[in-house]
């Protein structure tokens, strides 16, 4: 299973995947929007395909989006993964990988679609709180739950300490859903996501 990996910025998630995933999962190709992303040296120090499509370099969202899909299909994915990758993508594109493009989001889908997640948590006062693997649909973080993690928030949490104990969480939701994707055991249909009944 050909995974592409979209990024911005440190890559936390990606490592995670690269940690984690075993065949027939396999990480042929990673790509940032940003020339800084800390996520590039990691899939080159994985010896992973790695390049740089900065948004900065197009006038226009659709012309940005035109240009990635380029460079995504070169690669043949079966599946692409949005793993902090800070981008509102185009209805061309999503439509273009409908049913194989996932997104991790660091709330309780469907609490706290957008961004602040943690800081919305906290001031809604929750007592717990996670991230969520999704399929990508045109609604911003609103397509077909996958799998949820969840974590208890503390009385002294603030946004960084929450943020934390949810990345632990993300590190390890991501690699899950990623290896039954491509495992073919999870499938994206009118209804929504589906799991085989096995794994539940
Ligand atoms: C993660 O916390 C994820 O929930 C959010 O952005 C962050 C990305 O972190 N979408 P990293 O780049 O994977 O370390």
Redesign the pocket.
């Known amino acids: 299973c050909r995974i592409v990996v979209l990024?911005?910025?440190?890559?936390?998630?990606?490592q995670a995947l690269i940690d984690q995933l075993d065949t027939p999962a396999d990480i042929v190709g990673v790509i940032a929007n940003r020339p800084q992303a800390y996520?590039l040296q990691r899939a080159a120090a994985a010896g992973i395909a790695n390049e740089c499509l900065d948004h900065q370099d197009y006038t226009s969202r659709e012309a940005f989006d035109q240009a990635l899909m380029a460079r995504i299909d070169a690669y043949q994915p079966d599946l692409v993964v949005l793993?902090?990758f800070m981008r509102i993508l185009t209805p061309e594109l999503v439509s273009h990988y409908r049913g194989r493009m996932l997104n991790?989001?660091?709330s309780l889908l469907p609490r706290y679609k957008g961004l602040h997640t943690h800081q919305r948590a906290l001031e809604a006062g929750d007592v717990e709180h996670g991230?969520t693997i999704h399929f990508v649909t045109q609604e911003l973080d609103g397509g077909p739950l996958v799998v949820q993690g969840r974590v208890s928030v503390l009385t002294n949490d603030n946004p960084e300490t929450l943020?934390a104990r949810?990345?632990l969480v993300?590190h390890q939701l991501y690699p899950l859903a990623v290896n039954w994707f491509a495992q073919g055991r999870l499938r994206f249909d009118a209804e929504g996501a589906r799991l085989d009944e096995e794994l539940i």
């Open positions: 990024i911005s910025g440190s890559g936390s998630n990606l996520g793993a902090g991790i989001h660091p991230a943020a949810v990345q993300e």
